[in-house]
């Protein structure tokens, strides 16, 4: 499978521009354990100053392919090399890459500052060397305050951010984050996002971040590498994967979606008593259709002349605070999610519109390239 990219698109922010050398390059990497293969032919760049994730639910390869680049992991076939130099041969304490697990294993006799600097310590840098760097690491991730408390009596959010600080402080070239936050609760958990994504910036290195969770992929990435059965289905930043997959398994696992397999004819895409002009092909052809993308005919004002109208019967409704979730049935028997601003209770039947341009031709996720 080729993997969708965005190459052709502008740097960005806090990156390399697309034509500088990449820090990282993983090229035609493979993995088997026996006869079960992991991953399958794996090519990735990650630039300076990067946020990458590395999406994929249970079982994708995502923390295999983590391992590899960390040197924890032997790869079966193919090469991982930073800036210009292979890497893979190379065993882990010989390589610019720390990594951030999603259990601390914080040594729990020591304080906060002896977790952060022991590496240092290990190393036998001279404690004049060592104690600044541990107070500039410490205040990195704003637990100064702590520097001579236990981890058993600071909180899980206080002990992922001594965690960080502990790799932080080996200067790395780029940091690992092995789905460090999937402990924490879910409010503490949205407020680390934030944070970790600001310490990111701040630090300007390279960041890569595995996680089965969408919603976090999409609140902190550059970019998405989306895993599903050891290959990549997608590469791109979390608007365009979002808003332009390149399958039916990326637009159903980034978020939620319709999709409708229509007789294309002509510049015509019929599915059941829905058209709407297109330009692609003439044959069988798979859409992606949002479901906020699906409106209340003449919701925001006189209906737009290429709209795409249609009836639907309310099924169900979901309330989920902002929005609401209706599941609508068209006279044909197309059944259809669409989301709208929560207002009131909708019931019986209703106009709906969606522009022509919402609906996203993907590739069948059945279908391999």
């Known amino acids: 499978m080729v993997p969708t990219t965005t190459s052709d698109r502008p740097a960005l922010a806090g990156s390399v521009s697309p034509s500088a050398e990449p820090l990282l390059r993983i090229r035609n990497v493979a993995k088997t354990f026996g006869k079960n293969v992991v991953l399958r032919d794996v090519s990735l760049d990650i630039a300076e100053g990067e946020f990458l994730t590395i999406l994929g639910e249970s079982g994708s390869g995502k923390t295999t392919l983590l391992r590899i680049v960390a040197g924890f992991e032997t790869a079966t076939a193919g090469e991982v090399w930073m800036g210009g130099e292979r890497l893979d041969p190379f065993p882990p ?19 906060v500052e002896q977790n952060v600097g022991y590496g240092l310590r290990v190393a036998e840098l001279p404690a004049e060397e060592v104690a600044p ?138 599915f059941g008593s829905i058209s709407w002009p297109v330009q692609v092909p003439d044959g069988r052809v798979l859409f992606s259709l949002r479901p906020e993308k699906i409106r209340l005919a003449g919701a925001s004002g006189a209906t737009t002349g290429d709209a795409v109208p249609f009836r639907g019967t309310v099924r169900h409704q979901a309330f989920q605070g902002a929005t609401e979730l209706l599941q609508i049935e068209s006279p044909d028997g197309v059944v259809l999610s669409v989301r709208i601003a929560s207002r009131r209770e909708w019931r019986g039947e209703l106009e709906f519109e969606f522009s022509p341009s919402d609906a996203v031709p993907v590739r069948d996720s059945r279908e391999r390239v």
């Open 133 to 270: 760097r541990v107070e500039q690491a410490l205040g990195m991730v704003k637990m100064t305050a702590y520097a001579h408390s236990k981890p058993s009596t600071i909180s899980g959010g206080q002990q992922q951010r001594v965690a960080l600080a502990r790799a932080l402080i080996n200067r790395p070239r780029l940091l690992l984050l092995d789905e460090p936050l999937s402990a924490l609760d879910a409010n503490l958990r949205r407020q680390m996002q934030v944070e970790l994504k600001s310490l990111q910036r701040e630090v300007g290195i390279s960041f890569v971040f595995v996680t089965h969770d969408q919603e976090e992929a999409m609140v902190m990435s550059d970019r998405i590498a989306l895993l599903r059965s050891g290959e990549l289905e997608q590469v791109a930043t979390p608007r365009e994967i979002y808003s332009h997959p390149a399958t039916a398994y990326t637009a159903q696992f980034i978020g939620h979606t319709n999709l409708l397999r229509a007789e294309v004819k002509k510049g015509v895409a019929r």
């Open 93 to 111: 304490y010989r390589r610019r890459v720390n990594t951030v697990f999603q259990h601390y294993a914080l040594f729990p006799h020591l304080t």
